[in-house]
């Protein structure tokens, strides 16, 4: 799919000055390297950083589903940092307790500096940002409906999930609260309906399962099924090098 359309078929030929390294040339035919998986010079293993000879058959394999992520010391589950243009997405990762980070206003070297400190997965629609050198993980989210986006995010990583543990709004983990605890805050006819509430520890939200509550469920028993059907991704070493 990131290929120019004139050379999407699985072998071609590609004109090499003899100092380019694999990783360049594959990024030079449109391919961000965190979308492959291993690479190959004439049928021996090699990194991004190989210089091939001229005539030399290089095998680029796809990204690897699930796809492990390196993980913190005492971390379970990879964090995510989405774009400006993933809101949708991030509110449903969160539904599925994701730590999931999301700013509608952040610029690409500023999304870059948070995924490198806090050591999340960057994603994104944009190939070139998931080509800055700076980058230590992303992904490039494939779909333009929010519901094929997520299906590919669980394929990719198949996270653990905790639904309805964390804040849509600001990604705050959700602390069940008594009633007579939020009264105050609620509408009469929300107060008359429901009796089991959750408040974010961060932003101080209160949640309860209101109409949409079906609808969301129903998202999250797809998102389990889905995760359910990919075999689990080895973990990761505590903060080994890049994936890409």
């Not at 590609?14 to 390294?21: K, L, N, P, Q, Y």
Request: some cysteine.
């Amino acid at each position: 799919m990131f290929l120019p359309a004139a050379r999407r078929q699985e072998r071609q030929t590609v004109a090499h000055d003899g100092t380019s390294t694999v990783g360049h040339i594959v990024e030079s035919l449109g391919v961000p390297l965190t979308e492959i998986g291993s690479l190959t010079a004439d049928g021996e293993p090699v990194g991004p950083a190989h210089q091939p000879a001229p005539g030399t058959e290089v095998g680029v394999e796809v990204v690897p589903r699930p796809q492990p992520v390196p993980l913190d010391e005492g971390q379970t589950a990879p964090r995510f940092l989405l774009d400006v243009h993933l809101g949708t997405l991030a509110r449903r990762m969160r539904l599925l307790g994701l730590d999931t980070a999301y700013h509608n206003d952040m610029d690409d070297p500023a999304l870059v500096v948070q995924a490198n400190e806090e050591r999340r997965v960057l994603l994104t629609q944009d190939r070139g940002l998931l080509r800055r050198r700076a980058l230590w993980f992303g992904a490039y989210v494939r779909g333009s409906r929010p519901d094929d986006q997520l299906h590919d995010l669980l394929e990719r990583f198949a996270p653990p999930l905790a639904p309805w543990t964390r804040c849509t709004a600001c990604n705050g983990v959700l602390v069940a609260v008594d009633k007579e605890e939020v009264e105050r805050d609620l509408a009469d006819g929300t107060r008359r309906s429901y009796d089991v509430y959750g408040r974010c520890t961060e932003c101080g939200q209160v949640y309860w399962r209101g109409a949409h509550g079906g609808h969301l469920e129903q998202i999250v028993q797809d998102a389990i099924r889905v995760v359910g059907a990919v075999q689990p991704a080895p973990m990761a070493g505590y903060r080994e090098g890049a994936a890409s």
